[in-house]
């Protein structure tokens, strides 16, 4: 049982120093108070529309609270933060104490709560819920409920998405309770669901048309006759080259040599012959061209046989040797 006191008491601590607070910091719009325990100490991160006057002239406003919470409150080493809303408008407990001062200063309830909807709305928030409560046309107790766009009551996504402020208009016949409620603008319902269409087929190639054999060969026909046609016309319209006129020979004027003349043994002269060289078959290859080895002819001596061995002839020898001994 000793834990569980030990959060009760823990918990309204914490209630009364936002309490304090939101007395200490009405003029400045109180928009909330969050509470950190770190190994140096506290540290009190307190949102407000100004911060300006929280922090007073060379922050003697925050040293005195810093004061107080650390003697009034009992916290250790208490370090206060001041941060600026980003929207005040979908702050729900500065809204919660507009509205309260908008009673106070003598609007009508319902046109007092009409406006705040309508100008939480505008602000682009995906719902908002307005309640007024307390005596406010005569004795008797009586509610009055404000509300647009989408609300949650309970479950997961009203603790993770709805905020909610609360504050007192203090008038003649009795006080009057203010509660707004904002739902977050980034809010992502359960029922919020996206469909992923599928992929795209792709598109058919179109076909090709295939033209008949009989069409290819026509068509390859008149191509080659138009070619013919336009060789015709550029030879027919080139000009003919004109012909140079040979020099005519002066009287009097011998003949140039044209080269060494020869002369037979009866006296007449023969014209000098001139050889032409013929020209080569081959043809010199291309660049680039691989030209092919030239091939020789291999010839393969013949085998030559082998020398035959002579023929033993010893007895005829003897027997030549032995006459010639008888005739001795």
Known sequence: MASERKFVTENIRRVLLKEYLMSRVGRAGFGGLDVQRTPMGTRVTLITERPGLVIGRRGEAIKSLTRAIEEDFNFNNPQIEVQEVDNPNLNAQIMAEKLANALERGWHFRRAGHSTVRRIMDNGARGCQVIIAGKLTGQRHRTEKFKEGHIKYCGQAKLNFMTQGFAAAKLKPGIIGVTVQIMDPK????????????????????????????????????????????????????????????????????????????????????????????????????????????????????????????EKKEPEKKAESAEEKKEA
């Not at 179109?206 to 008149?222: H, I, L, N, S």
């Not at 016309?233 to 020869?262: F, L, S």
Request: charged share 35%; hydrophobic share 35%.
């Open 187 to 310: 809010a992502r319902l359960p029922d919020e669901i996206d469909i992923i269409p599928p992929p795209a087929e792709p598109a058919p190639m179109p076909e090709t048309p295939v033209a008949p054999p009989g069409e290819g060969k026509a068509e390859e026909q008149k191509a080659a006759e138009a070619v013919e046609e336009l060789k015709k016309a550029a030879v027919a319209e080139a000009p003919a080259k004109p012909k140079k006129a040979r020099a005519k020979k002066k009287e009097g004027e011998a003949a140039r040599p044209a080269g060494p003349q020869r002369v037979t043994a009866s006296g007449e002269e023969k014209k000098p012959v001139r050889k032409r060289k013929k020209k080569e078959d081959t043809v010199a290859p291309a660049q680039g061209a691989i030209t092919p080895a030239p091939t020789q002819a291999i010839t393969v001596p013949e085998p030559t046989p082998l020398a035959e061995a002579p």
